[in-house]
């Protein structure tokens, strides 16, 4: 069977679980099932939870994993309610790879690339929303919003004016190929942190990011590992905000003369003061993994 991914970070990630020898893991995020199958043959006896909301990610994994069948379980949807559905299991580890798949990426019809011929970006194929809707509907001021919220882009402004003034748009290539003629050029692509935005409100990535971690916290975990794979700056500091806020022991308002809280609210510790980046070699073999942060935290 050919394997078309490598996947990000793959050794230090399965470090983070190499101690798990009993229950079940979440692979919230399957994609390819690179990390899923690393795990499965590093952890011997413990069970897999493969999530994904991308239906062609669960049949490719399906057949990939199927020497692991027995203790595999698939589950489609969006990471943020696949705990819905385990509530009564033993979960020990939780892992997410944030990032879009080359799955995705890498197939022009999805819309993602800069050279493809259609306008979608929805990582679930079954939702109303793509790229189409947000780029040729969307006003001048909701697309600033999602260029400067979503895309951290600097000239929000002009680069939500030029969609307007040149809509309707029919391809994503269309769009790059307008920004790379009409914005200034740096070190990426003109159109990189503009398809980011769009990419970003098309799924509700941050969003759904932050219910996926209101969960955890309510699900009250017990001895479980928590490794989240983020690729740009908003998904990593909602990332370390939680796990900064689930160490907290004393969560009194900062007013408070002194503690009534009871002290004793920590859920956990952080395992990893700073995020694990990947290695020169790796961003050699897989210049995807450049952006790549890896930060995990442990529920006693």
């Not at 899923?36 to 413990?46: F, K």
């Not at 692991?68 to 580890?93: A, C, M, P, Q, W």
């Not at 971690?213 to 908003?234: P, Q, T, Y």
Request: proline content about 3%.
């Amino acid at each position: 069977m050919q394997i078309p991914h490598v996947p990000v970070l793959f050794n230090e990630t399965l470090n983070a679980f190499s101690d798990i020898k009993e229950g079940y893991i979440i692979d919230c995020t399957t994609g390819f099932g690179g990390h899923t199958q690393g795990l499965l043959e590093q952890n011997e006896t413990v069970n897999l939870i493969c999530n994904d909301q991308d239906d062609e990610a669960l049949a490719f994994c399906a057949k990939r994993l199927e020497s692991f069948s027995s203790r595999v379980t698939f589950n489609k949807g969006n990471f943020e309610h696949v705990l819905d559905n385990f509530k009564e299991y033993d979960i020990r580890g939780i892992l997410a790879d944030i990032g879009v798949s080359s799955l995705q990426l890498d197939k022009l019809e999805r819309g993602f690339g800069f050279e493809s011929e259609t306008l979608d970006m929805r990582m679930n194929q079954n939702q109303s929303l793509d790229a189409s809707i947000v780029v040729n509907t969307y006003s001048q001021s909701e697309l600033e919003r999602v260029f400067k919220e979503c895309g951290e882009v600097r000239e929000y402004k002009k680069v939500a004016s030029l969609i307007v003034n040149n809509r309707p748009f029919t391809s994503a290539k269309e769009i790059a190929t307008l920004l790379s003629k009409k914005m200034s050029k740096g070190k990426i692509h003109p159109a990189t942190l503009p398809f980011q935005g769009i990419r970003i409100e098309v799924n509700d990535e941050l969003g759904v990011l932050t219910r996926l971690f209101d969960s955890l916290e309510s699900a009250k975990l017990k001895n479980c590992i928590v490794a989240i794979i983020s690729f740009h700056s908003l998904e990593d500091r909602i990332v370390k905000n939680y796990f900064k806020k689930w160490t907290k022991s004393c969560i009194c308002p900062p007013e408070a003369f002194r503690c009534e809280c009871g002290n004793d609210h920590a859920l956990g510790k952080v395992i990893t003061r700073k995020p694990i980046i990947p290695t020169k070699e790796e961003i050699k073999q897989n210049p995807r993994s450049r952006s790549s942060k890896l930060r995990i935290f442990k529920f006693d």
